[in-house]
């Protein structure tokens, strides 16, 4: 007898999955007082894994009703999979990296959680109080991948060490709890002790015993592990050659058109030097709390003029956070979604760098990516829809070639509206998008240890390495030097995680000229936005198939 939709299998999965590991319980708002910390070591990992087996197992077994019960229960098995596949390659006893690592895991629980009453405080310093547990269970994956030959990089080791020891040296955890009641203050301040000393001692453990043992580990991974990767990313089995091509075409195409917009922002100028000027005498904001004004304005123009005429952005979706990133962060901006009510908005953060002034001719395209129409309208509509798809499809079910791809797809769909109206900001877009074409051609390129095609401006005819992409990279993007150094660090700590914008977006383009083709003159891209950003999540198998039924 058949007991479930694919719904209510999906929807199970999300609770059960919540009540397993805090980092999704925190990220949806459901578990309300909750002070755990995760659970990063083996048997946690092993938890995770039987959960995602039991689901497996069930899924042949559920009924489904319509398209979207047809949608979920492909992604729900993708996902599934992918994730399995992952953790039985042990790549989670070798998770270290720059961004969106366990450690930081940890750490942005704090930005989640409500600290608006005494009690809210209470639990914060409960759960800080849990730090070391959390860093316990870390350390015990990294020793097992340790004594299995399963070793991170000496350079992603290196690179966490350093954030972790800019958390200790900058007091991070004791700044966070500063603002606590006066009545707590006892266990805050016990509580940011016991989580710095444990920072301390994971950095401690990775300078001084793991990356000893991790010296010759190459900083590639190979064919195998990163189509593990890239799948995980994608949700797609790639031709990775093709892909290695195509954003090489990519590439010259961007910049071609980036040498006619550099002569129109400083006539007789390239690129680089264009954008030097744009650093140097274009507009920008001065002081870290007066850019997070500036964004936050953006953010409430950009929905005012988009509302109506190609969005329809109703209610909490208007509702969007700039924000500052902690120190010990990496270079790139990122987003956090709303909770499930809505109670903790859409978050847009900018990690500062030590920088204090900001030219704003490359933050605009930055965040109608990471804002509004990119991050923040894709993941509140889908918090809106959670009523009618699964929580799944809304939330942890999510592949990043689909949400990148739709952010890169809005910082493009800002251009063809004409939006870009910020002096040099038309510079800054085609500069971000150089940069997603460029990253697919060295993340490809590094991890597959490719030739540099012949017709490279630089090193042509030479094997891909840090080195070679870091040379590329500055001599085609306007990021500074610190930026350039991160984003390397991050690809190779991440296969596969950065082919997903270009790729992403390649898709959802692929998908819009198919509905636009088949719908010809009746074709609306103001429904066919909202009909796109109600389906859920997709990968890469399904996205543009899907989009052009629309």
């Not at 942005?108 to 547990?133: I, K, S």
């Not at 860093?135 to 097992?144: N, Q, T, V």
């Amino acid at each position: 007898m058949v007991t479930d939709t694919v719904r209510s299998l999906a929807d199970s999965y999300v609770t059960r999955l919540a009540d397993l590991d805090t980092r999704v319980a925190s990220l949806l708002g459901s578990h309300p007082g909750d002070d755990r910390v995760p659970d990063l070591s083996p048997e946690g990992q092993r938890a995770r894994d039987d959960l995602d087996r039991s689901v497996l197992a069930a899924l042949p077994g559920a009924s489904v009703r319509d398209d979207d019960d047809r949608r979920c229960a492909r992604l729900l098995r993708e996902r599934l999979e992918s994730q399995l596949a992952v953790s039985g390659a042990g790549e989670h006893l070798r998770t270290v990296r720059n961004i969106f690592s366990p450690h930081q895991e940890v750490r942005e629980l704090f930005d989640l959680m409500p600290v608006d009453t005494p009690d809210d405080w209470a639990t914060v310093a409960r759960r800080m109080a849990r730090v070391p547990e959390a860093f316990d269970g870390y350390r015990a994956s990294l020793r097992e991948g340790s004594r299995r030959g399963l070793h991170a990089a000496p350079r992603q080791l290196e690179t966490v060490a350093g954030q972790l020891g800019e958390w200790v040296d900058g007091r991070w955890f004791h700044g966070f709890v500063a603002g606590g009641p006066a009545a707590l203050r006892t266990d805050l301040d016990a509580a940011a002790d016991a989580a710095a000393t444990a920072t301390a001692a994971l950095r401690d453990t990775l300078t001084g015993e793991l990356l000893p043992a991790a010296a010759g580990t190459p900083d590639a991974v190979g064919p195998d592990r990163y189509r593990l990767g890239a799948r995980l990313n994608t949700g797609a089995d790639l031709d990775l050659a093709e892909a290695y091509a195509w954003a090489w075409d990519e590439y010259r195409r961007i910049d071609a058109e980036m040498r006619k917009e550099a002569e129109a922002v400083l006539p007789g100028s390239d690129p680089p030097a264009a954008m030097r000027h744009l650093d140097e005498h274009g507009a920008a904001i001065d002081g870290v709390p007066e850019v997070r004004d500036w964004l936050q304005g953006l953010m409430d123009s950009t929905v005012t003029a988009l509302d109506g005429a190609h969005f329809d952005i109703a209610g909490p979706l208007r509702r969007v956070e700039a924000m500052i990133a902690p120190p010990g962060s990496a270079a790139a901006p990122y987003y956090t979604p709303p909770s499930m009510d809505f109670s903790r908005p859409g978050r847009t953060w900018l990690p500062t760098m030590g920088e204090t002034r900001f030219p704003r001719w490359s933050l605009v395209s930055t965040w109608f990516h990471e804002g509004v129409p990119g991050h923040h309208l894709q993941f509140a509509e889908w918090t809106r829809c959670a009523g009618r798809l699964s929580v799944y499809q809304t939330s942890v079910g999510m592949t990043s070639a689909n949400i990148e791809g739709w952010a890169l797809y809005a910082e493009r769909l800002m251009d063809e509206l004409g939006l870009l109206t910020e002096p040099g900001a038309r510079l800054g877009y085609l500069d971000a998008q150089q940069m997603r074409a460029i990253r697919v051609v060295v993340d490809i390129g590094m991890h597959l240890r490719l030739t540099v095609p012949a017709d490279s401006p630089l090193n042509a005819g030479a094997t891909w390495t840090p080195q070679v992409a870091r040379e590329f990279f500055g001599a085609h993007s306007g990021r500074p030097a610190a930026f350039l150094d991160s984003e390397i660090v991050r690809y190779l700590g991440w296969p596969g995680q950065a082919i997903s914008y270009k790729l992403g977006e390649r898709a959802w383009l692929a998908g819009r000229d198919a509905a636009r083709a088949a719908r010809g003159p009746a074709f609306d891209l103001r429904a066919w936005h909202a009909a796109a950003l109600a389906q859920g999540s997709l990968g890469l198998d399904d996205l543009t198939d899907e989009l052009a039924r629309l």
